[in-house]
C-alpha cells in the first residue's frame, strides 16, 4: 500500500509518487532529504529521507 499525506490547504490525498518534490529549505542536505509538495496547490506535505541513493 503506497504512502499517503494528506494535503492540509485543498484536502487532496497524495501519494508519494504524485507529489512534486522539492529541495528542503534551510539546512538539511539536499541529497539525502525531499520536501514532498501538493500536485494541486503546492503546498507542502512533508519532508521525506531519501538517502544517499536517492
Ligand atoms: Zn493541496
Redo the contacts with the bound molecule.
Keep these: 500500500m503506497p504512502e499517503q499525506f494528506d494535503?492540509d490547504?485543498?484536502g487532496?490525498s497524495v501519494t508519494a509518487d504524485d507529489a512534486i518534490r522539492r529541495e528542503t529549505m534551510g539546512d538539511l542536505d539536499r541529497t539525502q532529504w525531499q520536501t514532498l509538495c501538493?500536485p494541486?496547490?503546492g503546498?507542502r506535505l512533508r519532508t521525506v529521507f531519501v538517502g544517499p541513493d536517492g
Design positions: 494535503c490547504t485543498c487532496r501538493c494541486d496547490c503546498d
